[in-house]
């Protein structure tokens, strides 16, 4: 199946400080990405819908200007967490468009704790 | 409120066996359902999808789709520690925003060797 990575895989840092997760596609183009987000124990989120070349799609009750998208290339979208606090601690996935209606490959995912 | 309904489990079985995880769905627009694997720690991995009413199988995997029901189901055969992992059940619409896939919270499963 289609390979995405993500960047990096676990990051700590203290609240208010702004933490940047890239998301590849490796071996294909990707004009649209997507951002979830997983709480322990809890199901998948879809945060935001990333389109190259244009601005993100953003799902209802999630702040865009917290959770800044860029897809500036076909291979590549990031996650921006700005003023992250403890409560954004999560695991953030990334996943892009496979062949098929709906399938979808998600990257390795990013373990964000906030001190 | 469109929403994927599993057991959280945990599901154990004894190795060899059959697992049979179950999953059901409150959107009657959903056409396209996928099961996931994931490992503690991971990210999901695509096991399966299937569109059509009725059995799809692959491998070891069984994938059941009742649309009347709003039913879809995983059989695993030949249950192997490896498969010990929280399988997650996802719905989304054929045509629609690929992102519009709405996840189960996942049911545990543990074989037990």
């Known amino acids: 199946g289609a390979v995405v990575s993500q960047h990096p895989s676990w990051v700590i840092c203290k609240s208010g400080t702004s933490v940047k997760i890239e998301c590849r596609s490796l071996?294909?183009?990707?004009?649209?990405m997507f951002w979830y987000r997983q709480f322990p124990k809890q199901s998948l989120m879809l945060m935001a819908t990333?389109?190259?070349?244009?601005?993100?799609?953003?799902e209802q009750g999630v702040e865009k200007d917290k959770f800044l998208i860029n897809h500036a290339s076909l291979t590549l979208s990031t996650l921006t967490v700005t003023s992250a606090h403890p409560e954004d601690s999560s695991f953030y996935i990334c996943?892009?468009?496979?062949?098929?209606?709906?399938?979808?490959?998600f990257g390795p995912g990013t373990r964000l704790t906030v001190l | 409120q469109k929403e994927v309904e599993q057991n959280s489990g945990p599901l154990s079985v004894p190795e060899g066996a059959i697992a049979s995880l179950n999953c059901t769905y409150s959107?009657?627009?959903?056409?396209?359902f996928f099961w996931y694997r994931q490992y503690s720690g991971k990210s999901p991995e695509l096991i399966m999808f299937?569109?059509?009413?009725g059995d799809k199988e692959d491998g070891r995997f069984t994938a059941q789709l009742n649309k009347a029901s709003q039913y879809v189901s995983l059989l695993i055969r030949d249950s192997q520690p490896s498969d010990s992992a929280t399988y997650l059940c996802?719905?989304?619409?054929?045509?629609?925003?690929?992102?519009?896939?709405?996840f189960g919270k996942g049911t545990k499963l543990s074989v037990k060797p």
């Open positions: 996943s892009a468009p496979g062949r098929g209606a709906g399938v979808q490959f």
């Open positions: 071996d294909f183009q990707a004009t649209t």
């Open positions: 990333s389109n190259e070349g244009s601005k993100a799609t953003y």
């Open positions: 959107d009657r627009g959903s056409q396209s």
């Open positions: 299937i569109y059509s009413n």
């Open positions: 996802a719905g989304g619409l054929i045509g629609g925003s690929q992102g519009n896939l709405i």
